[in-house]
C-alpha cells in the first residue's frame, strides 16, 4: 500500500443557507480544495461524492461546474458517516496505485431537503421509529443510562455544549457563533428529556471536500502534505451483544484498528475532532476512542482537557453542536478540520504544535444495530 | 367496528393475563431474539423455536420527547425495559397522569396491547409498557 498525503482542503460556510443549493455549496468546496492544491481541475482523476437527501448523480452536477468530467465519479450514501465513506474510496484507491489524484466531496443542503425544519426521520420500516424512536430520544435514552451507570449529570451535558459552542465563536465557519453559559443550555426548550435544544446540534446546510494524492508527489502540491495514517469505515453489530447501550462496541473497534492501522495510541493525539450531534455523545465518545477509561467520560470533561489549551482538545471547530452539522459533509470537514490544525493554519482555534489528530464521524440508527456505521482517520503532520 | 391490524405481525399475543411478547431461540447455540429472527445471527443455524418472553422486565432507560415522532404527538414517554429472557425492547410507555416523574430505571414494567395510533378506519395496534402498580 502507497502511503497517501491531503493536498487540497475545502469547505463552504455552514449555516441555514437556502438560498445556495448543492451544487453551489459543492461547487465552493471543491474550488476552494484545488486552489489550496494549486491544481488544476483536468489533474483530478476520479471522485467519490456523498450525499443523503434527494441525491442523483450530485458529483457529476457538482463537479460540471469546475469543469471536471469524464472520469469515474462514484456517489455514496452512509447516513453522517457518507462523507467518511466518500474519503475512503479515495483514500484507498490511491494507497493501491489505482488512481494518483482524486477528491472526496460531502455536501448536504438540510434547509431545501425533504426533511427541513423536522427530525431526521428513521429508515421507513423501522420497527423502532415506527414506536416513537427519534434521533433525540435515542440519545436521551443513552444519556439517562449513563446517568444511571456513573453518576453523570445534565450540568456535565450542557458543558459540552458550553465548551464546543465556545470553540465556534473562534471558527469564521461556524452556524453559532455564540457564547453560552451552562445555564443558558439547560433553560433552553426541551426537546427529549434530559436533552435540550442547546444540546443539540442544528440542521444546515455545507459542503466540504479534501484532494488526496501518494506521499511521494504531494509537494508538487503543497509545502504541507498532510499524511493519511489510518482509515477505517465500518458498520454496526448487533444491538443484542451490547452490553451497555452508553458504549458502541463498533465504534470502539474502528478506533482500536485505527490505531493499529497507524501505529499509535490515543495518548499520541494531540486534537480530535468526533460526532457530537448532542452533547451528552461526545462524553460517550471520550470513553470510545480511548480518551478515558470506560465511565470516566464526565471526568475528563471536567479536568478541562478537552478544551483548547487542554490535554487533548476535542472539537476545536465547535463540532457539530456549533458548527452544525449537514449529515453528509461533516464526515470530510472533520478531516478538513484536522488538516487545518496540522498545518497550523487554525488560527485562533489552532492547538498549539498539533502534530497527530483523530478525525471520527459516525450515524445511522437502526433498530437491531449499535449504530449504522463509523468512519476514522488519523492524519499525522 | 374498527378493524385492528397488528404494527408487526409475530411480534406478540393478548392472552387473558395480558400481553405477551414473541420471541425466537435458536436451538443449537440458545441465543435469544426478539422480534423474532429467521435464523440465528450468532451461528447462522436455522433451527428456531419461538418462545413467549415474561410479562414484566425492568425499565433500563426512559426518555419524554417534546418533538413528534412519525405516529406520536408530544408529549410522549418511550423506553427500553430489560426483559428477564435477557433482552431490552423498546417501545411506548404508558403513563397516568403524574407517573412520569416517578419513573426510575430498575422499577417493574408490565407489556399491554394496545392501540398504537389509527390509519383511516384501521386501527394499529402493538405493544407499551407500563409501570406496574404496586
Known amino acids: ?381 | 367496528m374498527a378493524e385492528r391490524v397488528p404494527i408487526r405481525e409475530g411480534t406478540f399475543i393478548e392472552s387473558a393475563k395480558g400481553g405477551i411478547l414473541l420471541a425466537n431461540r435458536c436451538k443449537s447455540c440458545g441465543q435469544t431474539f426478539f422480534p423474532k429472527s429467521s435464523i440465528c445471527f450468532n451461528c447462522f443455524s436455522e433451527d428456531m423455536e419461538e418462545m413467549e418472553l415474561s410479562r414484566i422486565g425492568k425499565l433500563y432507560s426512559f426518555a419524554t420527547a417534546y418533538m413528534p415522532s412519525v405516529h406520536f404527538q408530544p408529549p410522549y414517554t418511550v423506553g427500553m425495559v430489560e426483559m428477564p429472557e435477557g433482552m431490552r425492547v423498546f417501545g411506548p410507555l404508558k403513563i397516568q397522569e403524574g407517573e412520569r416523574e416517578r419513573l426510575r430505571v430498575g422499577m417493574e414494567m408490565e407489556v399491554i396491547i394496545e392501540k398504537l395510533w389509527e390509519e383511516g378506519e384501521t386501527e394499529v395496534i402493538g405493544y407499551k409498557f407500563k409501570p406496574v402498580i404496586s
Not at chain 1, 452536477?61 to 469515474?72: D, N, P
Not at chain 1, 472526496?104 to 425544519?117: F, K, R
Open chain 1, 1 to 381: 500500500m502507497r502511503e497517501v498525503a491531503v493536498i487540497g482542503i475545502g469547505q463552504s460556510v455552514f449555516g441555514k443557507l437556502p438560498q445556495r443549493n448543492v451544487v453551489e455549496l459543492g461547487r465552493e468546496s471543491v474550488w476552494t480544495a484545488l486552489k489550496d492544491a494549486n491544481m488544476s481541475p483536468k489533474d483530478v482523476q476520479f471522485a467519490y461524492v456523498s450525499r443523503l437527501y434527494d441525491a442523483m448523480v450530485t458529483g457529476q452536477t457538482i463537479l460540471k461546474e469546475v469543469g471536471i468530467r469524464e472520469m469515474e465519479i462514484v456517489n455514496v450514501e452512509n447516513a453522517c458517516a457518507g462523507g467518511s465513506t466518500a474519503l475512503l474510496g479515495v483514500w484507498r484507491n490511491i494507497a493501491l496505485g489505482v488512481y494518483d489524484i482524486g477528491i472526496a466531496i460531502g455536501v448536504e443542503s438540510m434547509t431545501t431537503s425533504p426533511i427541513a425544519s423536522k427530525l431526521i426521520p428513521p429508515a421507513k420500516e423501522d420497527l423502532e421509529g415506527q414506536l416513537g424512536m427519534t434521533m433525540p430520544a435515542l440519545f436521551a435514552l443513552m444519556a439517562r443510562r449513563h446517568m444511571e451507570e456513573y453518576g453523570t449529570t445534565v450540568e456535565q451535558f450542557a458543558r459540552v455544549s458550553v465548551k464546543n459552542h465556545h470553540h465556534g465563536c473562534l471558527n469564521p465557519f461556524s452556524q453559532y457563533q455564540k457564547e453560552f453559559t451552562v445555564e443558558d443550555i439547560l433553560s433552553s426548550r426541551m426537546i427529549c428529556d434530559p436533552i435540550t435544544l442547546l444540546q443539540c446540534c442544528p440542521n444546515t446546510d455545507g459542503a466540504a471536500a479534501v484532494i488526496m494524492c501518494p506521499m511521494d508527489i504531494a509537494r508538487r502540491y503543497t509545502s504541507k502534505p498532510i499524511k493519511v495514517a489510518a482509515c477505517v469505515l465500518k458498520s454496526g453489530n448487533y444491538a443484542y451483544l451490547q452490553d451497555d447501550i452508553t458504549f458502541c462496541p463498533t465504534d470502539y473497534k474502528a478506533a482500536m484498528e485505527a490505531y493499529e492501522m497507524a501505529g499509535l495510541g490515543p495518548d499520541d493525539l494531540d486534537v480530535v475532532e468526533l460526532h457530537d450531534a448532542f452533547a451528552p455523545e461526545e462524553i460517550f465518545r471520550y470513553e470510545e476512542l480511548g480518551l478515558c477509561n470506560r465511565g470516566e467520560g464526565a471526568q475528563l470533561l471536567n479536568s478541562g482537557a478537552t478544551e483548547l489549551g487542554g490535554r487533548i482538545p476535542v472539537n476545536p471547530s465547535g463540532g457539530l453542536l456549533s458548527m452544525g452539522h449537514p449529515l453528509s459533509a461533516s464526515g470530510v470537514r472533520v478531516v478538513v478540520e484536522i488538516a487545518r490544525q496540522l498545518r497550523g493554519e487554525a488560527e485562533a482555534r489552532q492547538v498549539a504544535n498539533a502534530k497527530t489528530g483523530l478525525a471520527h464521524m459516525m450515524g445511522g440508527a437502526v433498530a437491531g444495530l449499535d449504530v449504522g456505521a463509523v468512519g476514522i482517520q488519523i492524519l499525522t503532520a
